[in-house]
């Protein structure tokens, strides 16, 4: 099994990127693995501490957990992916079945971050877009799919997103095997990616 981190700011394009990769690939021999999945289950406080915790910190992350799905994945076993509910800050009851494939991506804001998923990348991919078009996009996503209104992206963002971002995400660029202007809209980076993929692949590594 051959395994991508793909990292970068919010709004960069990261989804956008894994998910043209599998595409191409063939999503029957690809699968991807959100970060966003793995946050940390905040159920057992009250909803408005919930709210005051800073889930743009790595430490709201569930690594561990993450890497023993990875590791589970290379040895040949299916796996339960937890899933997220952004507007309770809580774990939903259901869980993902995953089962090995070729090929898995790991995508998220801190997937080029923790040294003990770094160990298992085959490719780290960094995706790299501009400041304002990734608030702008932040902003949409979060109210659309989340449930939040405007003040409150806004809020978050200058009071947390921005900050971490510039202490824990952009950092983990310089681990980038290959940086991806543009994010989701750079054809050539990734297809030169897939090319990459396919021939070690081919080779067996």
């Keep these: 099994m051959y395994v991508i981190g793909v990292g970068g700011g919010t709004g960069s394009g990261k989804t956008t990127v894994a998910r043209r990769i599998a595409q191409m ?114 902003l949409k996503r979060d109210i659309k799919e989340r449930g939040r209104s405007v003040d409150s992206v806004i809020e978050q963002y200058l009071s947390t997103v921005k900050p971490m971002h510039d202490a824990y995400v952009e950092p983990t660029k310089k681990r980038a095997d290959i940086i991806v202007p543009r994010g989701g809209f750079n054809d050539k980076a990734i297809q030169v990616i897939v090319r990459y993929m396919m021939d070690r692949m081919n080779d067996g590594r």
């Design 25 to 138: 690939v063939g999503e029957n021999r690809c699968s991807i693995l959100p970060l966003d999945n793995y946050y940390r289950d905040m159920s057992h406080l009250p909803l408005e501490e919930r709210k005051k915790q800073n889930y743009d910190h790595p430490d709201m992350i569930e690594h561990e957990l993450l890497e023993k799905h990875l590791k589970d994945l290379l040895s040949g076993k299916a796996v339960e992916v937890p899933t997220y509910d952004f507007a309770t800050y809580t774990r939903r009851k259901e869980t993902v079945t995953l089962s090995p494939k070729p090929f898995v991506i790991v995508e998220g804001i801190f997937a080029l971050y923790y040294e003990n998923l770094i160990k298992l990348y085959d490719l780290a991919i960094y995706v790299d877009t501009e400041d304002d078009i990734r608030f702008i996009r932040r």
